[in-house]
């Protein structure tokens, strides 16, 4: 399957040489196929953010390399083209609001590609929609004036309307409410069944889990982790050691497995925990699990 980035010992030192100095990636390698949802989890100041300015190139590799949409970040020329092939909605959408009005600034990017007027007002519509606004809801609003929930939507319907083969939302969820939540995970979904690559930081676990393929795990700079979803999953000293906010059902099955019970805790869903409570109970039958009751009066 062909692979849409490939980091190979990817490094960065912010402020080489200054008394400043400090490396906020090291020797990170991992490839992602095409297609694919990538959530990136890790502590504050781990490098997450750091990690997502690579993937539009924003930032360039001081040691590995970085190859995003088979172009190589390491060259300032690509910057022309991974634009349009990479959009990163950054964690603080204030970095990126720029335009008088909300329509101008959702218009930047389809503008920029130099799509013909007609395109760009259907483009917009169709951002707008994803997110969950309406050219009338929003049309009275200038970008400076808009709440810090709004601010994102808009920011990540301007990266929509370029329809970039690869999105990366850097905390996405973060000022949004439930409502918005639901936009972005309905966005994420909707992407993959078209083969497009989304990228998603996030604290939660719990948030994400389902539609997520593969997880990394920053930690100071170093990549902790990278696999699947189901893998992680299975590995309880991680899960425990990063605080990840989890569902409710897997609290549960992996207490329950920290206890020592027999079950599989790689279940990604509230039916698939059901199932292994059931399972276990039936193999426990004749020797009840929380003890018989007498020994307990
Ligand atoms: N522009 C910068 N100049 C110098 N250091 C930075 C800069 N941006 C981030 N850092 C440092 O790099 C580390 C990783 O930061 P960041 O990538 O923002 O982490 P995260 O997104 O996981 O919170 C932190 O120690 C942070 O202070
Ligand atoms: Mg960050």
Same mark, same amino acid.
């Given at each position: 399957?062909?692979?849409?980035?490939?980091?190979?010992?990817?490094?960065?030192?912010?402020?080489?040489?200054?008394?400043?100095?400090?490396?906020?990636?090291?020797?990170?390698?991992?490839?992602?196929?095409?297609?694919?949802? #990538?959530?990136?989890?890790?502590?504050?100041?781990?490098?997450?953010?750091?990690?997502?300015?690579?993937?539009?190139?924003?930032?360039?590799?001081?040691?590995?390399?970085? *190859?995003?949409?088979? &172009?190589?970040?390491?060259?300032?020329?690509?910057?022309?083209?991974?634009?349009?092939?990479?959009?990163?909605?950054?964690?603080?959408?204030?970095?990126?609001?720029?335009?008088?009005?909300?329509?101008?600034?959702?218009?930047?990017?389809?503008?920029?590609?130099?799509?013909?007027?007609?395109?760009?007002?259907?483009?917009?519509?169709?951002?707008?929609?994803?997110?969950?606004?309406?050219?009338?809801?929003?049309?009275?609003?200038?970008?400076?004036?808009?709440?810090?929930?709004?601010?994102?939507?808009?920011?990540?319907?301007?990266? #929509?309307?370029?329809?970039?083969?690869? #999105?990366?939302?850097?905390?996405?969820?973060?000022?949004?409410?439930?409502?918005?939540?639901?936009?972005?995970?309905?966005?994420?979904?909707?992407?993959?069944?078209?083969?497009?690559?989304?990228?998603?930081?996030?604290?939660?676990?719990?948030?994400?889990?389902?539609?997520?393929?593969?997880?990394?795990?920053?930690?100071?700079?170093? #990549?902790?982790?990278?696999?699947?979803?189901?893998?992680?999953?299975?590995?309880?000293?991680?899960?425990?050691?990063?605080?990840?906010?989890?569902?409710?059902? *897997?609290?549960?099955? &992996?207490?329950?497995?920290?206890?020592?019970?027999?079950?599989?805790?790689?279940?990604?869903?509230?039916?698939?925990?059901?199932?292994?409570?059931?399972? *276990?109970?039936?193999?426990?039958?004749?020797?009840?699990?929380?003890?018989?009751?007498?020994?307990?009066?």
């Amino acid at each position: 399957m062909p692979k849409i980035i490939e980091a190979e010992q990817l490094s960065h030192t912010y402020l080489p040489g200054s008394v400043y100095e400090h490396q906020a990636l090291k020797d990170i390698n991992f490839s992602l196929d095409r297609g694919k949802v #990538l959530g990136i989890f890790g502590p504050n100041g781990s490098g997450k953010s750091t990690l997502a300015q690579h993937f539009n190139g924003l930032l360039r590799p001081t040691g590995g390399s970085m *190859l995003v949409c088979g &172009l190589n970040t390491a060259d300032p020329k690509i910057s022309k083209d991974l634009w349009k092939k990479a959009g990163l909605v950054f964690q603080y959408p204030e970095q990126q609001i720029f335009q008088i009005s909300v329509y101008d600034e959702i218009a930047y990017g389809p503008r920029n590609l130099g799509l013909p007027e007609r395109e760009i007002k259907a483009r917009v519509a169709e951002a707008l929609q994803q997110v969950g606004l309406t050219r009338e809801k929003t049309a009275p609003l200038t970008p400076a004036s808009l709440s810090g929930g709004l601010r994102r939507k808009v920011a990540i319907a301007g990266m #929509l309307a370029i329809r970039p083969e690869l #999105l990366i939302l850097d905390e996405p969820m973060a000022s949004l409410d439930l409502a918005g939540r639901r936009f972005i995970l309905d966005i994420i979904k909707k992407r993959r069944q078209k083969n497009e690559t989304t990228i998603i930081i996030s604290h939660s676990l719990k948030e994400i889990m389902t539609i997520t393929d593969k997880i990394a795990i920053l930690d100071k700079g170093f #990549l902790a982790f990278f696999g699947d979803v189901k893998d992680l999953l299975t590995r309880t000293e991680i899960l425990a050691r990063y605080h990840f906010e989890l569902p409710e059902f *897997l609290q549960v099955l &992996l207490a329950l497995s920290a206890r020592g019970f027999d079950l599989k805790t790689n279940v990604r869903s509230m039916q698939e925990a059901s199932k292994e409570i059931l399972s *276990l109970l039936k193999k426990t039958k004749a020797r009840p699990i929380f003890g018989s009751g007498k020994d307990d009066a």
